[in-house]
């Protein structure tokens, strides 16, 4: 082996050197959860805790694969309503977005009247959903669509407002049209404000999906994860309660990955917030 191929292996850098940063992010939450959890079950033990009360980890668990049958369902109930809410979110905040942006006149009209529905509590006008929609469902649909409208509509109508004005002119010295100005400029630009109000949105979704069905008192096959907190605090069931929580942080956590990934995927190569810097 030459000199030169010689200095080259030694001045390559190993494989902990290349990702030792993105092994740290996975193994430090992993390691502060792991002893978060260590820390929960020594409390239970040293003060010796009733479960009804705190249960440890291990009844956690326990009820979680006991229970599977009885919360698996309901956690299907309670992503299909966050999503399916989620994308209406998508459609109708971008849609209204973009016909707001083309008019001052119909955005002084309509964003009073949406700002006025994001700062009205979702518990104050869930019971009036529930007595004018035909079934729990759909009144749960319109209480997370609701909630997680709005960011969703305000990051976007800001993105679609923040485009550089040199460009704007640029597009209108070459002739272009509206139409074309907004889909080759402005929706790209506004990838970033979108990024945003979509992972605020999708947690929104979530949030507003339990807390509706606490306010519905919805009950039976088709419930989700908030009637089986509640059915579990009655009976005095406090693991099984717990793993309901645990279901529900997960997926909220999952439901936020899935976003953020949406966000690198598009923005990963071009926009600065995704980008490492060099130096």
């Keep these: 082996m030459s000199d030169e191929n010689t200095e080259q292996t030694y001045a390559r850098p190993g494989f902990f050197a290349r990702n030792g940063e993105t092994i740290l992010r996975i193994v430090i939450p992993i390691a502060v959860i792991v002893l978060l959890i260590a820390i929960w079950q020594a409390i239970v033990i040293i003060y010796q805790t009733p479960h009804y009360i705190l249960p440890g980890p291990a009844l956690v668990a326990e009820a979680f694969f006991e229970d599977w049958g009885t ?12 999503f399916i809410s989620l994308g209406l979110a998508l459609v109708g905040g971008v849609g209204l977005a973009v016909i707001m942006v083309q008019s001052r006149w119909i955005e002084t009209a309509l964003y009073p009247i949406t700002v006025i529905l994001q700062v009205t509590p979702i518990v104050a006008i869930a019971p009036l959903i529930l007595i004018y929609t035909p079934t729990t469902q759909i009144a749960l649909l319109i209480c997370a669509f609701l909630v997680a409208f709005f960011p969703i509509l305000s990051n976007m109508a800001q993105g679609l407002k923040s485009v550089d004005h040199n460009l704007l002119n640029l597009f209108e010295l070459y002739g272009a049209s509206r139409w074309q100005t907004l889909i080759h400029l402005k929706l790209p630009a506004s990838l970033p404000y979108f990024m945003t109000g979509l992972r605020i949105g999708g947690g929104l979704a979530l949030i507003a999906a339990v807390v509706a069905e606490f306010a519905a008192g919805s009950a039976g096959a088709g419930s989700g994860l908030a009637f089986r907190l509640l059915e579990s605090q009655y009976r005095l069931n406090i693991p099984r309660l717990f793993a309901a929580l645990f279901m529900l942080a997960c997926l909220g956590v999952a439901i936020f990955a ?22």
């Design 71 to 82: 919360l698996a369902p309901a956690l299907w109930v309670t992503t299909k309503i966050t």
């Design 258 to 279: 899935l976003t953020s990934f949406i966000a690198w995927l598009f923005l990963h190569r071009w926009h600065e917030s995704s980008l490492k810097r060099e130096n």
